[in-house]
């Protein structure tokens, strides 16, 4: 969604995913505003990581709607991969690393975007614009095994 971060909102309306016969998410609704901080806390496997994989598109909801709303235009995510939900605005970075860490920050962030030939201009615009807005983009030429995990 192109547009202003600060008056974009992304909503779970709902939510609900089980493991097997092990619900982990049971009806939650959570609305966050662009451009704020907020924290989920709770025990070990209580949904907390689930829900930001569902919000990224990762894992698809059992039950539930995830919708990214602005002044001009609401989407529905559900259904939409992950890649198109970056250049919407909607990522999720784990706390775990999970890079390839032989290559760049840069290369990762291209594999995970999906960058074929056909968007490699707009994936890279889009990863610029990420790293710009959170200042990280000095750490794109380094490799994440180089990186101080502290």
């Given at each position: ?6 008056s974009?909102r ?15 998410l049971k ?6 505003a ?6 989920i806390?709770?025990?070990?496997a209580?949904g907390?990581t ?6 990224a598109?990762f ?6 709607l995830?919708v ?7 989407i ?17 970075i784990?706390?775990?690393c999970?890079?390839l ?21 707009q994936?890279?615009?889009?990863i ?23």
């Amino acid at each position: 969604m192109r547009g202003s971060v600060s008056s974009s909102r992304l909503t779970f309306l709902k939510v609900t995913k089980a493991y097997g016969i092990r619900a982990v998410l049971k009806g939650v609704s959570l609305s966050v505003a662009g451009g704020t901080i907020h924290a989920i806390e709770g025990t070990n496997a209580s949904g907390k990581t689930t829900l930001f994989e569902i919000g990224a598109g990762f894992l698809s909801a059992d039950r539930g709607l995830i919708v990214l709303e602005s002044d001009r235009t609401s989407i529905t995510l559900n259904y939409r991969p992950p890649n198109t939900r970056i250049v919407d605005g909607v990522a999720y970075i784990p706390q775990t690393c999970r890079a390839l860490g032989g290559v760049s920050t840069l290369d990762n962030l291209k594999i995970a975007y999906g960058t074929s030939r056909n968007n490699a201009t707009q994936a890279r615009a889009a990863i610029f614009g990420c790293l710009e807005a959170l200042d990280l983009t000095r750490l794109l030429e380094r490799r994440p095994v180089d990186m101080d995990r502290s």
